[in-house]
């Protein structure tokens, strides 16, 4: 049974606001436009890391100016925490044939490096003839992969944040900004 607390506007569970949903807009439509030039007269398929990654997708290829096809691959790693607790896992597998196709995988964050190095891994497997990456948001934290992406959005703070598109524990990805949470609403331990 739903209570009135259960109600309230998921946006007054941040902290801060870190990334506003202008400043996203508004480098969609920067991305969009640099990978369209990048590839132009190819055409692109996109594997997005869902869930994560649904919303940045949805958004970004409505900005991208080429004939595009789309598939997903889904990945668990976290389990109701902030940290994530196991090894990442792909749970889903991309039903496209990539052989030869030109590549672009998305995510919404890089933080360890671990689910991009592990995908691109998968997808290098399948014999693309060029496979870049794309994140929304690349994390200031240590990674325990060294992975770089080919296209950022923003460059963040080491801090679990959460919105359009990033959870915890399953909500909060229909925020339109990203922001984090407030400490009190993290499970203990936070910053182990
Ligand atoms: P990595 O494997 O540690 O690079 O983490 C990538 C995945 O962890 C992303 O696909 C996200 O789903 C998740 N993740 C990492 N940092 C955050 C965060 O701050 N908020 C929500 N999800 C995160
Ligand atoms: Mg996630």
């Known amino acids: 049974m739903q209570s009135a607390k259960d109600n309230k506007n998921p946006l007054e569970d941040l902290e801060n606001i870190l990334v506003s949903e202008t400043d996203i807009k508004t480098r969609l439509i920067e991305l969009g436009h640099h990978i ?41 790693s976290y389990c109701d925490e902030t940290r994530p607790v196991q090894e ?25 490096g671990k689910t991009l190095s592990k995908i691109t891994e998968a997808i290098i497997a399948m014999q693309p003839a060029s496979l870049k990456t794309c994140v929304l948001l690349d994390k200031a934290s240590p990674r ?19 919105g359009y598109g990033l959870d915890f524990a ?23």
Not at 51 to 74: E, K
Not at 145 to 160: E, H, L, Q, R, S
């Open 36 to 76: 369209s030039c990048d590839y132009a007269q190819r055409e692109l398929v996109i594997i997005a890391i869902i869930n994560g990654a649904v919303i940045f997708v949805a958004d970004l290829i409505r900005q991208i100016r080429l004939p595009v096809q789309l598939d997903c691959i889904r990945v668990a």
């Open 88 to 112: 990442p896992e792909i749970i889903d597998r991309i039903r496209l044939n990539l052989k030869g196709m030109d590549v672009l995988l998305i995510d919404d964050i890089l933080d360890t």
């Open 144 to 162: 325990e992969v060294d992975f770089t992406a080919d296209y950022v959005g923003f460059k963040i703070p080491d801090a679990f944040v959460v």
């Open 170 to 192: 399953e909500r909060y990805r229909q925020l339109p900004c990203i922001g984090t949470l407030k400490a009190e609403l993290q499970n203990p331990p936070v910053w182990s």
